[in-house]
T-cell receptor, first 116, second 114 residues
Framework: AQKITQTQPGMFVQEKEAVTLDCTYD???????LFWYKQPSSGEMIFLIYQGSYDEQNATEGRYSLNFQKARKSANLVISASQLGDSAMYFC?????????????FGKGITLSVRP | EAGVAQSPRYKIIEKRQSVAFWCNPISGHATLYWYQQILGQGPKLLIQFQNNGVVDDSQLPKDRFSAERLKGVDSTLKIQPAKLEDSAVYLC????????????FGPGTRLTVL
């Protein structure tokens, strides 16, 4: 089974509107971390936001927030007030198990296009 | 603070040729990772170093791929001989320590095998 599932096709959003990018995960570990990365056309992976499995509150970083629903094993990224520069690939990733041997597993990504 | 540096940025080779990629992590970062990202997919971990020791190379095709991190700083990833399916972006990342810290990625090397 896939550990990280991102099934949305290419997403489009109007500038200044909010958009939600979906991510579901599969793990039997109790301690894990969830990440979202942005990859613009330049190719570099840019860290956006992190949610620990024991964090009770949803993570927020500026215009980014993570809608963490542990029972449903979902970790959706919400981008508020979209900007043209938000057009990029977005990857959800999970780190498990915890500790020195932890590994980051990425989903296939979602393409987001912001329309002016 | 300087980021993760990689070179070259682009490389085109014929199949069966050899190629090497170089990575310089963020200063002080003990953990270094090499990922392979095939077009349309997310990055896949090839190898993880802690200082100059290998922590995980379970997904490294060892018959043709090799990597080293001498002195626990810079790292090189080599492919010999290359196959068509090795065409991908090779990303290097580093973190202060494994497990807890965020990974910082370099710009990647885009390899095309003809």
């Amino acid at each position: 089974a896939q550990k990280i599932t991102q099934t949305q096709p290419g997403m489009f959003v109007q500038e200044k509107e909010a958009v939600t990018l979906d991510c579901t995960y599969d793990t039997s570990d109790q301690s894990y971390g969830l990440f979202w990365y942005k990859q613009p056309s330049s190719g570099e992976m840019i860290f956006l936001i992190y949610q620990g499995s024991y964090d009770e509150q949803n993570a927020t970083e500026g215009r980014y927030s993570l809608n963490f629903q542990k029972a449903r094993k979902s970790a959706n990224l919400v981008i508020s007030a979209s900007q043209l520069g938000d057009s990029a690939m977005y990857f959800c990733a999970m780190r498990e198990p915890s500790g020195a041997n932890s590994k980051l597993t990425f989903g296939k990504g979602i393409t987001l296009s912001v329309r002016p | 603070e300087a980021g993760v540096a990689q070179s070259p940025r682009y490389k085109i080779i014929e199949k069966r040729q050899s190629v090497a990629f170089w990575c310089n992590p963020i200063s002080g970062h003990a953990t270094l990772y090499w990922y392979q990202q095939i077009l349309g997919q997310g990055p896949k971990l090839l190898i993880q170093f802690q200082n100059n020791g290998v922590v995980d190379d379970s997904q490294l095709p060892k018959d043709r791929f090799s990597a080293e991190r001498l002195k626990g700083v810079d790292s090189t990833l080599k492919i010999q001989p290359a196959k068509l399916e090795d065409s991908a972006v090779y990303l290097c990342a580093s973190s202060l320590e494994p497990g807890l810290a965020e990974q910082f990625f370099g710009p990647g090397t885009r390899l095309t095998v003809l």
